[in-house]
């Protein structure tokens, strides 16, 4: 990196501005647009944005210096373990986190001849890819659990709907179908398996 390198008439230093500024709009819209919008957790968002911007920084300097890129990835991938391993992740939230990773070292590099089009082209799939996911998969996955319900008379097969709706206040969960597994009579108390939206 030469002393001119922040010139601002220094050809990298102008490529890897015009770079920030479609990563950070890629960020916007994979992060508050797509993420924010399926899963509402506030808390992650500053997160997202200054790793894929460090990472970004990190990457592009990288490429720009007398060093080898494996070593570069390596301390973004350090960087991410130790960010993970401080808090219970769930998968999901992980999946985001190599996301914006991986955007953000996509677009520290030129890519092909035209290089801002090649970031627009793989930031655009990269983002549709995600917001596919969670539309078509994600948003109609389900689980099922076990709970042990204590109103008998709502087992009856005419109190269905009531049934839903009760369980549905006690869980919390919009629960879509209920399984009777097992009732004891003694105890006066039902052992049900509920099938609710993730």
């Not at 301390?75 to 998968?91: G, Q």
């Not at 009777?180 to 003694?186: D, G, S, V």
Request: include cysteine; aromatic fraction near 12%; glycine fraction near 4%.
């Amino acid at each position: 990196m030469t002393n001119s390198f922040f010139d601002l008439t220094n050809p990298n230093f102008v490529s890897i501005i015009w770079h920030l500024i479609l990563h950070i709009i890629a960020l916007l819209i994979l992060i508050r647009v797509v993420y924010y919008n399926y899963n509402k957790k506030e808390k992650y968002l500053f997160s997202f944005f200054l790793m894929g911007i460090l990472a970004f920084f990190i990457t592009s300097m990288l490429l720009r210096v007398t060093i080898e890129m494996g070593m570069g990835l390596g301390l973004v991938a350090v960087l991410a373990i130790l960010r993970l391993r401080s808090r219970n992740y769930s998968v999901k939230d992980m999946s985001y986190t190599f996301a914006v990773f991986g955007i953000s070292v996509l677009n520290a590099l030129e890519i092909l001849h035209f290089p801002y089009l090649g970031v627009l082209i793989i930031n655009g799939l990269i983002i549709l890819s995600a917001w596919l996911l969670e539309e078509f998969i994600v948003k109609h996955s389900s689980e099922t659990i076990s709970i042990t319900y204590e109103n008998l008379d709502l087992l009856r097969p005419e109190k269905k709907q009531k049934l839903l709706r009760d369980v549905s206040e006690i869980t919390g969960k919009e629960v879509l179908k209920v399984k009777i597994r097992r009732i004891n009579y003694k105890r006066k108390v039902a052992i049900l398996d509920i099938t609710c939206k993730d």
